[in-house]
T-cell receptor, first 115, second 111 residues
Framework: DAGVTQSPTHLIKTRGQHVTLRCSPI?????VSWYQQVLGQGPQFIFQ???????GRGNFPDRFSARQFPNYSSELNVNALLLGDSALYLC??????????????FGPGTRLTVL | GESVGLHLPTLSVQEGDNSIINCAYS??????FIWYKQESGKGPQFIID?????DKRQGQRVTVLLNKTVKHLSLQIAATQPGDSAVYFC??????????FGTGTRLLVSP
């Protein structure tokens, strides 16, 4: 079975632009979470979606938004990009029980560079 | 507050040795912890988890110990191999699958 997939793998944008990152969860998983990982640090929680509903939001500005589609795939959108948004963006999917203790499995990430 | 920290940023061991990676947490109400391994250019890979009603849990070559009294957990890797070289994160599940990660410990295994 395929794991969590993310696209694109790498992306270069300039300040002020907008970006959309995509994630496909493991087949059968209904929960998708997004994390930002700045170089040299641990991932920081951005959003969690379950059954197309937002269930959690981290301490990120409103420039960050996300949504989950009926097939449980997800998009992360970032508007008005800043240099500090340069990071590895990780998507994680978890099982269908909706429990907090479902194991989260991470994708390979999208490396975003903002110039 | 929400914080999961690590004692050492880098751990160097010889192949075949046992490795111990430590992690401290601040929230005594926390009840679920996970260890992830992240290799260069890849996403974090689940290793093992432990709930607060347990003190110890074992997997294949790995053991996680949880000491709730001092709010500390550790990951022990037996017979460390070069393929174990990576950054290891402990993470605390804060509910709704929100994970709070520490900054990580880099494990370097030399032959």
């Amino acid at each position: 079975d395929a794991g969590v997939t993310q696209s694109p793998t790498h992306l270069i944008k300039t300040r002020g632009q907008h970006v959309t990152l995509r994630c496909s969860p493991i087949s059968g998983h209904k929960s998708v979470s997004w994390y930002q990982q700045v170089l040299g640090q641990g991932p920081q929680f951005i959003f969690q979606y379950y059954e197309k509903e937002e269930r959690g939001r981290g301490n990120f500005p409103d420039r960050f938004s996300a949504r989950q589609f009926p097939n449980y795939s997800s998009e992360l959108n970032v508007n008005a990009l800043l240099l500090g948004d340069s990071a590895l963006y990780l998507c994680a999917s978890a099982g269908d029980s909706g429990l907090s203790t479902d194991t989260q499995y991470f994708g390979p990430g999208t490396r975003l560079t903002v110039l | 507050g929400e914080s999961v920290g690590l004692h050492l940023p880098t751990l160097s061991v010889q192949e075949g040795d046992n490795s111990i990676i430590n992690c401290a947490y601040s929230n005594s109400a926390s009840d679920y912890f996970i260890w992830y391994k992240q290799e260069s250019g890849k996403g974090p890979q689940f290793i093992i988890d432990i709930r607060s009603n347990m003190d110890k849990r074992q997997g294949q070559r790995v053991t996680v110990l949880l000491n709730k009294t001092v709010k500390h957990l550790s990951l022990q890797i037996a017979a460390t191999q070069p393929g174990d070289s990576a950054v290891y994160f402990c993470a605390e599940n804060k509910g709704f699958q929100k994970l709070v990660f520490g900054t990580g410990t880099r494990l370097l295994v030399s032959p």
